[in-house]
């Protein structure tokens, strides 16, 4: 199972930018990266998964550089709303799925 | 998309009872889900892997027979918290693997909005 680091807390502000980085150095071929999103008292919320190069939604984006040892999660203006707690999570995500092992998760908070 | 839903979302009982908290996957089955446990400011912790007809694998550190996990159907595990104590009070999230809406890559953990657990 991959290990993941990433920052305890971020801050920032309304409409800013917000690029928060995972690594993950031992990620194996077969794992995928995801990135979940939590309020306090509610069950983490998907936000975006990649295997590799960019992958962006209606939320988000997601870098993964060719070595895979990293991705940054990017969300484009934040607002006060976007204040929570982000994991990133790697593992396997095929039918012989096994369990996934949540790290510290980053504690974004954003001011006006 | 894949949902799943928790019930109850909040329980409060007295020491010594037991409590039971149901997960369902809605629209997709689930031949495997998780439990897992998350104490205020806290990371989540895996506490069981639900596997539907068979035995759960509990992490280290867990009481199965304290913390007892049934699957019986693809859309339906359940974590009963058996004589429990204030200092099982706790969230408790489960998850499944499915595909949420607009996703199209690879199959996600989807999770339940969770169960607030108050032991007096």
């Excluded at chain 2, 149901?22 to 912790?45: G, H, I, N, V």
């Excluded at chain 2, 918290?81 to 706790?90: F, Q, R």
Aim: glycine residues 6%.
């Amino acid at each position: 199972l991959a290990k993941t680091t990433q920052p305890i807390s971020m801050d920032s502000y309304e409409g800013q930018e917000v690029n928060i980085t995972c690594s993950h150095n031992n990620i194996a071929t077969n794992d995928y990266i995801t990135w979940y999103q939590q309020f306090p008292s509610q069950g983490p919320r998907f936000i975006i998964q990649g295997y590799k190069t960019k992958v962006t939604n209606e939320v988000a984006s997601l870098f993964i550089p060719a070595d895979r040892k990293s991705s940054t999660l990017s969300l484009p203006r934040v607002s006060l709303s976007d204040t929570a707690v982000y994991y990133c999570l790697v593992g396997p995500m095929n039918t012989g799925f096994q369990k996934l092992v949540f790290g510290t998760g980053t504690r974004l908070l954003v001011s006006p | 998309g894949a949902v799943v839903s928790q019930h109850p979302s909040r329980v409060i009982c007295k020491s010594g009872t037991s409590v039971k908290i149901e997960c369902r996957s809605l629209d997709f089955q689930a031949t495997t889900m998780f439990w897992y446990r998350q104490f205020p400011k806290q990371s989540l912790m895996l506490m069981a892997t639900s596997n539907e007809g068979s035995k759960a694998t509990y992490e280290q550190g867990v009481e199965k027979d304290k913390f007892l996990i049934n699957h019986a159907s693809l859309t339906l595990s359940t974590l009963t918290v058996t004589s429990a104590h204030p200092e099982d009070s706790s969230f408790y999230i489960c998850s499944a693997i499915g595909s949420p809406v607009h996703h199209s890559g690879a199959n996600v953990l989807t999770f339940g909005a969770g169960s607030r657990l108050t032991v007096l």
